[in-house]
C-alpha cells in the first residue's frame, strides 16, 4: 500500500498543516500572517494540502471592515486516512478502526480474550483484517496500526510484562511486513495520556494514572511523551511503598501497585469479606450504601495512591494529574477525597481530574499515535466530542 508521509516534505507544509489544525476554519491571509510568510508561499503551499486532500475550503468568512472579497476558510480533512488502535489487556482485547480525529468506523472488543504468545500474531491479524473488512474509501487509506501493550516498551519491542510473555515476540515486524504501514507497540498508559492531550485536555504538561490490573503514568510535555532511556518512565506502579513488603511480578517488594491498583482492590475486599468474587456493580452499590469494608478498603486505595501521585507531582510538576481508573469512573466523587489528601503547597497548583475517554482511552491514544506520525505534528490536537 503506498503512503505519503508529511516527513518527507516541505517543513511549510508541515507548519501551515499545523495551523490550520490549531486554527480552523481560517483563511489563507490570517494563516500567512501567523506563520510570518508571504502570501505566494502560503497559498502554494494550501493548494497542495489542498490537492492530497489534507484540507479542504470549508466555506466564506466576514469581509473585513475595509470590505474587499470575502476570505475562503480552510480546515484539516480528518477523513483524509484512517487508523487501527488495538488494546491487548490482561485477558481482553479491545480495538478500532478510525479517522484521524478519533471518529471510529469500526469497534471489536473480546472481554475474556486467551493471550498466549504462540497464537497473539494470528489474533491481532484476524482482528486488523476484519476492521479492513470495514474500511471506507479515503485518499491515503490505512496510514498506521498501534497495538497498546500493559507492559514496558522501547522501539517498539516488549522488554516487560506482568502479564504476558511477550519479550522474544517481534509483534511489530510481523504486523508490519503484513500491512505495509507503520506499525507502532506502546506502554498502555503511555497511550492513555496520548489521547487525553490530543483529544481532551488543553493542557501542555500532563500525567495520566492509569489504575487497572497494575499501575502506570504517562507523562506528556508539549506533545513529547517522556519514555527514558529503557522505556520505563512513568512506572509509578513499581516505585516502593512498603520496603520489604508485599512480592512484585517486577521482582520488588512493596510496590505501589501490589496495595492500590484495581487488582489488589478485589482482592483485598474478597479476602476481608471472604468470598470468592464481587462484581464492579455490586461494589459500587455497597459504597454508595456506606458498607463498612468496602467503605474501609477503598479509603485505604485513595491514601496509597495520594502518596505516589504525590511523588508525582513532586517530580514532574505538572498542569494537570489525570486518573484513569474503573473506581473513579464510576465514583467521581473519590476525586475530592484524593484532592484532599494532595491539598498541600507542592501540589496545589496542579489540577486534579477524572478522565474522559475512561475505558477508551488507550484505543485513542493509538489513533493520536498514527495520526501524529503520519502528519509529522508532534504536538498534535484535535479536540471535539469523544
Known sequence: MEMTNLSNRDVNEIKLLGSIIEHQPISRANLAKLNELNKTTTSAVVNNLIEEQLVYESGVGSSTLTGGRKPILLEFNPKTAVAISIELGQNYI????AYLNGEIIHYQEEKTALIESDTIVDTLKGLINQHLGHLPETPNGLVGITVGIHGVTLNNQITFSPFYDFTELDIHGCLQSTYQCPVYLENEANLSAIGEYTFVTDQDRIINVNIKSGIGAGVIQFGKLMTGTH?????????????GGRPCPCGNLGCLERYASSK???????ERMDIDFIEVDELIKLWHQGDPIITEEVTQVIDYLSVGINNL???????????NGMIFNRIPALLDSLTVKLNRRIAQDTK????????????????AVVGSRYLNIEDLKLQGDH
Do not use: N, W
Not at 479491545?94 to 478502526?97: R, V
Not at 477524572?354 to 485513542?364: G, H, P
Open 231 to 243: 522505556g520505563r518512565f512513568g512506572e509509578i506502579g513499581h516505585t516502593i511503598l512498603f520496603p
Open 313 to 323: 507531582i513532586s517530580s514532574y510538576d505538572p498542569d494537570e494529574v489525570i486518573i
Open 94 to 97: 479491545q480495538s478500532c478502526l
Open 352 to 367: 486534579l481530574s477524572v478522565s474522559r475517554l475512561t475505558d477508551m482511552a488507550t484505543i485513542y491514544g493509538g489513533i
Open 264 to 270: 489488589a482492590l478485589f482482592r483485598s475486599i474478597k
